[in-house]
């Protein structure tokens, strides 16, 4: 056992400060997305654990409700419409004094009908001669709240708001748009490793070169091929497999850095062998390097596969803003520019987005990792 | 489109690639069996079968584009006629220009300097307590979510109501629960820029996080330990060991994460769009991309400047990588 000594405790506070810290952004955005849209607009995410009091407006029932016992005329019934958890301490008849009266006491109308409010919300209405109005009376009410939760905002996003059509969309943007330079890169770096050709060198100087190329020196000349190949052919610039490819283009040099990176630690002897016995580069390839490749291939899917889930650039650049098409990142932005005061839906559209990529990082968090350590040390 | 349809694409285009590879190895194999003489020309074929995809996609998504745009950064808006410097005088003159060059150096200095601090003062901290894995876990998460995420994230916590009312982003409760009067963060010139900083700390901190994490258990024990029995403090070894045996991986980094702010254009983008003076030039490039139609020559040269901010690091990652070769 270590002794506990100063210096300890002292790291261990500054720790868990800096974890605080790190973890309640995304902590106060997860609990808003649970909570109720009207208490979200009013108070703040920390009051949501503890008991909330508000002040609400409830009408009694009318005449039809009234029941006749001895000389009195009484309605009874319950002023919440039931299955509510709300538990009333005030209460007022008059919007001059909300909060006249504690719950149990009796309140006096103009009409000197009597009322009685209980703690559930049950209420007695008193009064000597039969009722003759239809619509009931207003009856102020301080209640306390205890801590509730509900899915409605996920469901309200997901099929009222068009994510889940987005989400798909990005599924359907990201997968192919991982596999495919995941397919092309790989080929490309055991050329680069394996095989001898003239101007190799060359070509992983260029790759060098490229990972540093910042995207936006690509984004207008890729655009106008695309404008001019979709106005050639007559089909729509903006297309599923045109963002596939412009983001295999943009992912290539890194991913191709890190397979190459990864695929000259084997052992050339193995490979060697295997040409010597008269196996073809692609026998050596498929039934000899691909096995042996499959954790540095998880890592990079990982690192690729995330890049693209999380892009807005390309995505906004190659993609139509129809809902057809239109990608998470983007119909996000979308919403905190038409819905910026809709807390319930943006902080519940953004949960959304980070589902996958969380679910990625808590199940294959040791491959993330990997990728991210392999591609930096020499990047 | 439906989810089978959907599906339907995405196997298609996957299989495509699948498919060409296999068929023109294949195709490859069956000629050589048949050749009776030694196939001469079997090698060249093979690398040419391996290479080609990625070099078509190289060249067209990345090499074509970086000497166009340099080009098209000499032409007018439509990219038809010449004009010569007159975009590059353009930009000199332009205050947003000036503003996006002064907060992209802003980006700079700040976010590489305290996401490399944070990150490698956590890692010694992690280090020496039982629940460090979960706490680097914690830290780390950040890494995975979007910038427009974030942006969500963060645009919450920096929420503002009227003085009056009850605030509901942590940034203001807290300063008035301090005494002091709520403010709308995202709008106060100079220093909006370093809230939306703060996120990208927030999310690269986990990086140098993870790769600190990695070298600190490269270095020996005995080092340390030695130390700590002549009596230095934690905070001399940090110093004086610590941060000197981590040099390279300081370096690494600081350059990592320094490509990545010069490429900053979500944050900004989903935050402010670059209102209240927090232009960037990522932000502005995009902006001029579609701006009255669109002017690819401003555009290029913005695009332009960011590439002239990473050339330092590209010339330095292409000499290490010679000197690796040499070895």
């Known amino acids: ?379 | 489109m439906s989810i089978f349809s959907l599906a339907i694409t995405v196997l298609v285009g996957v299989l495509f690639f699948v498919a060409f590879f296999h068929f023109s190895n294949f195709l490859l194999d069956y000629f050589r069996v048949r050749a009776s003489k030694k196939f001469a020309l079997e090698n060249s074929i093979r690398v040419i079968i391996f290479i080609a995809p990625a070099f078509i996609v190289l060249f067209v998504f990345i090499l074509y584009p970086v000497f166009e745009t340099i080009r098209l950064s000499f032409y007018d808006k439509i990219g038809e006629n010449f004009v010569g410097l007159y975009n590059y005088s353009w930009a000199i003159k332009d205050p947003d220009f000036k503003r996006s060059i002064i907060n992209n150096l802003g980006w700079l200095i700040v976010v590489p300097t305290m996401s490399t601090f944070f990150g490698l003062v956590i890692a010694n901290l992690a280090d020496r307590v039982w629940w460090g894995s979960i706490a680097k876990s914690i830290i780390f998460m950040p890494m995975a979510i979007s910038f427009v995420g974030a942006g969500v994230i963060w645009k919450f916590m920096y929420d503002y109501r009227g003085p009056g009312d009850q605030q509901i982003g942590l940034l203001n409760a807290i300063a008035v629960a301090l005494g002091f009067e709520p403010q709308a963060w995202l709008t106060i010139p100079i220093w909006n820029n370093l809230f939306l900083m703060a996120i990208m700390i927030w999310i690269q901190t986990g990086l140098a996080l993870v790769i600190f994490s990695a070298a600190l258990r490269s270095i020996p024990n005995e080092t340390l330990d030695a130390a700590r029995i002549d009596g230095a403090s934690e905070l001399k070894i940090f110093w004086s060991i610590i941060v000197p045996y981590l040099e390279q991986t300081i370096l690494v980094i600081w350059t990592i994460i320094t490509i990545l702010v010069l490429k900053v254009f979500d944050i900004i983008y989903a935050m402010t769009n670059g209102q209240w003076q927090t232009e960037v030039l990522a932000n502005l490039m995009y902006d001029w991309m579609f701006r009255g139609g669109g002017d690819s020559g401003r555009g290029s040269v913005l695009a332009f400047c960011i590439l002239i901010g990473v050339t330092p690091i590209l010339a330095w990652n292409l000499y290490r990588h010679k000197q690796d070769q040499k070895v």
């Open chain 1, 1 to 379: 056992m270590k002794k506990i000594t100063y210096t300890s405790v002292l790291s261990q506070l500054l720790l868990l400060f800096f974890v605080v810290a790190w973890i309640v952004p995304t902590f106060g955005l997860f609990i808003s997305s649970l909570r109720d849209k009207d208490v979200l607009a009013i108070s703040g995410w920390w009051t949501s654990f503890t008991n909330t009091e508000i002040n609400e407006i409830y009408r009694t029932e009318g005449k039809d409700a009234q029941i006749k016992e001895g000389n009195y005329y009484f309605i009874k019934s319950n002023l919440f419409d039931g299955g509510q958890e709300k538990e009333i301490f005030r209460f007022g008849v008059t919007s001059k004094n909300i909060d006249e009266y504690k719950v149990g006491e009796t309140a006096l109308f103009k009409d000197q009908t009597e009322i009685t409010v209980f703690e559930n919300g049950d209420y007695v209405w008193k009064s000597k001669e039969e009722f003759k109005k239809k619509k009931g009376k207003r009856i102020f009410v301080s209640a306390k709240s205890p801590p509730s939760f509900t899915l409605d905002n996920y469901k309200e996003v997901l099929l009222k708001e068009g994510l889940g059509q987005a989400f798909l969309n990005t599924l359907a943007v990201a997968l192919p748009a991982t596999l495919i330079p995941l397919i092309i890169c790989s080929y490309f770096a055991y050329a680069l490793t394996w095989m001898k050709f003239y101007g190799r060198d060359i070509l992983l100087a260029t790759i060098i070169a490229s990972l540093v190329v910042p995207l936006q020196m690509c984004l207008i000349p890729v655009l106008t091929i695309y404008n001019d190949f979709g106005a050639l052919f007559g089909v729509s610039a903006k297309s599923f497999p045109g963002i596939w490819m412009a983001h295999t283009g943009f992912g290539l040099a890194s991913t191709t850095f890190l397979l190459w990176n990864f695929l000259k630690t084997l052992p050339s002897e193995m490979i060697e062998a295997a040409r010597v016995d008269g196996a073809t580069h692609y026998d050596t390839f498929i039934k000899i390097v691909v096995p042996l490749s499959i954790p540095s291939f998880a890592s990079i899917f990982i690192l690729q596969f995330l890049w693209v889930w999380n892009d807005l650039l390309v995505g906004l650049v190659f993609l139509d803003k129809h809902p057809s098409e239109i990608i998470l990142t983007a119909k996000l932005k979308e919403l905190l520019g038409s819905r910026g005061e809709n807390w319930e839906i943006l902080t519940t559209g953004a949960f959304v987005s980070m589902t996958v990529p969380l679910f990625i990082f808590f199940s294959l968090q040791r491959y993330f990792i990997r990728g991210l350590v392999a591609g930096s040390i020499k990047g």
